[in-house]
């Protein structure tokens, strides 16, 4: 059974920073690209950012660039999403998925597996 969990969620000033964590577990941790999306109210889930298997190559959002940091461990099976300066615009349900597919996949139907999703929540 595939599981992924989320963790490192909460309530944050507008500045802050977060690292989310997202442990995976019950399925072969390197054949599987990871991505990070995100899911505000009344808004379409969106990609966040993405790493290769290997986590040589990744994709950032274009609001994200260069706040926001993607990285793993693909020997504690653990992906992890740095997130400096929040925005009260970053504030929305983030969820960690899992694709198989070739590349860094940043479209919700190439991902298989999906976590629950960690709150975000960024004040002004």
């Known amino acids: 059974q595939v599981q992924l969990l989320e963790s490192g969620g909460g309530l944050v000033q507008a500045g802050d920073s977060l690292r989310l964590s997202c442990a995976a577990s019950?399925?072969?941790?390197?054949?599987?690209?990871m991505g990070w999306f995100r899911q505000a109210p009344g808004k379409e889930r969106e990609i966040v950012a993405a790493i290769s298997k290997s986590g040589t190559s990744s994709y950032y959002e274009d609001s994200v660039k260069g706040r926001f940091t993607i990285s793993r461990d693909n020997a504690e099976n653990t992906v992890y999403l740095r997130m400096n300066t929040l925005k009260p615009e970053d504030t929305a349900v983030y969820y960690c998925?899992?694709?198989?597919?070739?590349?860094?996949?940043?479209?919700?139907?190439?991902?298989?597996?999906w976590g629950q999703g960690t709150q975000v929540t960024v004040s002004s």
């Open positions: 019950g399925l072969t941790f390197t054949t599987y690209t």
């Open positions: 998925a899992a694709s198989s597919r070739m590349g860094v996949n940043t479209t919700p139907p190439t991902y298989r597996y």
